[in-house]
């Protein structure tokens, strides 16, 4: 009998602990519409340190979409976990500068997560985050010299699409989105993305895209189980808006 007994208490304990633990949220962005072609970055081309750097036409996407519609670089967040930031503990999330262009482009990152930025170019940048002045960020604005010592940067608050522009090369623009929670992604090239481990709940979620939509947020509600969550989103194109 004793036997039976382990095997029965056993699974009720599992049961028990799945009931209260976190789930991962799942979901894919699609465009709705067509997005514009590409623009020719012509600034790069004309510019006698930057324009050598690059054997191919350098062109400006705003728009990154796969064959099935997938949207890259939208921000997922989620509201109602706000003022739990783990980023001073996080890794640091790293902004490259290669060939006079911002690498990644879209970046999201923690209050408090340490933002790298390296410059392996043989050109001087400016590295100069201008955020929104209602956010509370600082400005500020740093000279990397060519090969120079990486420069870090924190920002206190939330914030989205925090610009980040270099002062001698117009044209190199970057946008961090900062939140106060690990629960946030950004969307891969196919449009799909994943939160994992958020606690169990009901949360707005929203989906943030630079351009598509209008630059706003478009949200939905979801309950969070053991068991995870999705939500799916199709954002507006230029035409469809
Ligand atoms: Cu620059």
Redesign the pocket.
Known sequence: MKMYSRFFVVPALIAGLQAASAGDITGKVTLNGNPPPDQVNDLIKADPN?GPLHKDVVKIQFYVVDANKGLKDTIITLKGVAGKSTGEAAPAVVLD?TG?IYTPTILALQTGQKLVVKNPDP????VHPAPNPDSGNKEVNKSQMPNGPDISFTFANPERFLKIK?D??PW?LSWVTVVDNPYFAITGADGSFKIANVPPGKYTIEATHRKASGGKPVTKEIEVTAAGATADFSLDGPKAQ
């Open positions: 930057c500068q006079c050109v001087m940048h400016t270099c001698v090369h190199m």
